[in-house]
T-cell receptor, first 115, second 112 residues
Framework: GAVVSQHPSRVICKSGTSVKIECRSL??????MFWYRQFPKQSLMLMAT?????????EQGVEKDKFLINHASLTLSTLTVTSAHPEDSSFYIC???????????FGNGTRLTVT | GIQVEQSPPDLILQEGANSTLRCNFS?????LQWFHQNPWGQLINLFY???GTKQNGRLSATTVATERYSLLYISSSQTTDSGVYFCAVEKGVQGGSEKLVFGKGTKLTVNP
């Protein structure tokens, strides 16, 4: 079945630094990928839709300049949290549909802690 | 936008018990998925079920699209079933590039 790989699984960084998270579709091409954020004990909230070869579509309230998304190929989307602050600490998860009539598959997530 | 409500929010079971989790949604959908999020955060796709009934081992799901709800049944629960169960729906084209909207989840705790 479709496999989505996300890296790193966990990252700790200092306030003010930038962190890049990678999301890869391993056995299929994904023209669209989705980035979600999950705060502790809460549900998943969609941040943005990543489109291959074009600009990402951000959900209302998500800062485009803070959460930079690049979808440069059919198998890779990246999310960069720029100038991270402690309030950005969260669980970030990417996802993509497989080919054909396929459900949405998720990566294993990245737990970001900003100190 | 579409609203997704899950019930109950919390559920505690004794090992071996059966349970039913419910997902109500406010509009017609082309996609509905049930996920299990384990304690490490990993989301496991349980069912892709925009309509009808499916079974996978001790788990089964039924979606009644015309009445805008879905049920997840867990039989003979085990401690490894513990975690949060999410229902997510998509209003757009089936299998397409529309976003999934998640419910708030049901936190299941199965005690030995």
């Amino acid at each position: 079945g479709a496999v989505v790989s996300q890296h790193p699984s966990r990252v700790i960084c200092k306030s003010g630094t930038s962190v890049k998270i990678e999301c890869r579709s391993l056995d299929f091409q994904a023209t669209t990928m989705f980035w979600y954020r999950q705060f502790p004990k809460q549900s998943l909230m969609l941040m943005a839709t990543s489109n291959e070869g074009s600009k990402a579509t951000y959900e209302q309230g998500v800062e485009k300049d803070k959460f930079l998304i690049n979808h440069a190929s059919l198998t890779l989307s990246t999310l960069t949290v720029t100038s991270a602050h402690p309030e950005d600490s969260s669980f970030y998860i990417c996802s993509a549909y497989g080919t054909g009539d396929s459900p949405l598959h998720f990566g294993n997530g990245t737990r970001l802690t900003v100190t | 936008g579409i609203q997704v409500e899950q019930s109950p929010p919390d559920l505690i079971l004794q090992e071996g018990a059966n349970s039913t989790l419910r997902c109500n949604f406010s509009d017609s959908v082309n996609n509905l998925q049930w996920f299990h999020q384990n304690p490490w955060g990993q989301l496991i796709n349980l069912f892709y079920i925009p309509s009808g009934t499916k079974q996978n081992g001790r788990l089964s799901a039924t979606t009644v699209a015309t009445e805008r709800y879905s049920l997840l049944y867990i039989s003979s629960s085990q401690t490894t079933d513990s975690g949060v169960y999410f229902c997510a729906v998509e209003k757009g084209v089936q299998g397409g590039s529309e976003k999934l909207v998640f419910g708030k989840g049901t936190k299941l705790t199965v005690n030995p």
